[in-house]
Each structure stands twice: as C-alpha cells, then as structure tokens.
C-alpha cells in the first residue's frame, strides 16, 4: 500500500520523494477527477490546468508520483509519493476515472526531461504546493482553483501551474 506523506506536516515524505525524482525524467502525467463533466468547466491552458483532485506522474524507472488532495481528519492537504503505478491504482482514496494528459500542452515540452529540483511551497497565497524544476521551467501542483483571472487557495482542489504561481 502506498503511504501518502503529506507535504506541511511530513517533511521527510517529501525529502523521500525528492531523492526518487531528482534525475529522473516524467514520461507519462494522467489526472484523476471526481467530477463527471470534467474537463468540462475546468482550466486547461498552457498556464494553468485543473486537473481536479490528483495527478500521477509516470517516471522513466517505471515508478509513478501520486500528488493528491487528502483528506486526514479534518484537515484537507496535499499529498505526495512515489510508487509503483498498481499501487495508486489499488488505493481506495483514489478511486476515480482517469484521463492520460500527456499529449496536452505544456506536458510534451516537459517529457523526457529530467527533474532538477522538487521543493515544497507554503504560504498565504498557497496553503500547500509541491514544486518540480526542470532546468529553466517549473511546475507547481497546489491546493488552489482559477477563479476570476488568478489562483485562490481551495483546501479541496488541484491546480497545476506552469511557471510560479
């Protein structure tokens, strides 16, 4: 079973999952959503998609990254992993439809390209967010959701960012 750490409250979970990333290249991003009309309503532009509650990140070793909204108690956080794809797959906590977004931009850029750097984000704007470098760009999955013409802190949503948010 996979053990979601989570990213504010378990620093060492993503000190682990920095030291699985770092170097290794994503070949593959699906998103899972709860919400049927999906991505109907939803942000996907090459700043900003809304994946609604998780992402899985295909590496090119064979191991998957989880990144999802959790619920523990009743504190809503992120969540972040490293494990084999079967493992989220099996996990009851994540157990929605799945869509390969792989081929929607900005990902094809990204492909192939190896992980410089995974840091953690905390701040007023962003109550938690994981943060991935790639050389000279970076993506940002974050509590958050797109309203208006800027990202608001959503205890129960993703964003993904490409860029700063």
């Not at 929607?104 to 192939?112: D, E, I, Q």
Request: proline letters at 6%; glycine letters at 8%.
């Amino acid at each position: 079973m996979v053990h979601l750490g989570r990213i504010g409250v378990n620093r060492q979970a993503l000190l682990e999952v920095a030291r699985r990333v770092v170097g290794r290249a994503i070949s593959q991003v699906w998103y899972l959503h709860s919400d049927p009309n999906w991505p109907n309503g939803y942000r996907m532009d090459v700043d900003l998609h809304e994946p609604d509650f998780a992402v899985l990140l295909r590496l090119d070793d064979g191991f998957t990254v989880g990144i999802a909204w959790e619920l523990i108690g009743e504190i809503e956080t992120i969540a972040c992993a490293v494990g084999q794809f079967t493992d989220f797959a099996s996990d009851p906590r994540l157990k929605a439809p799945m869509s390969d977004v792989s081929s929607v931009a900005p990902y094809p850029s990204l492909l192939g390209r190896p992980v410089t750097a995974v840091e953690m984000l905390v701040s007023e704007e962003i109550p938690f967010g994981v943060r991935f470098a790639f050389d000279s760009q970076c993506v940002t999955f974050a509590l958050g959701e797109w309203v208006g013409d800027q990202v608001t802190p959503s205890a129960d949503s993703l964003v993904v960012s490409f860029g700063d948010i």
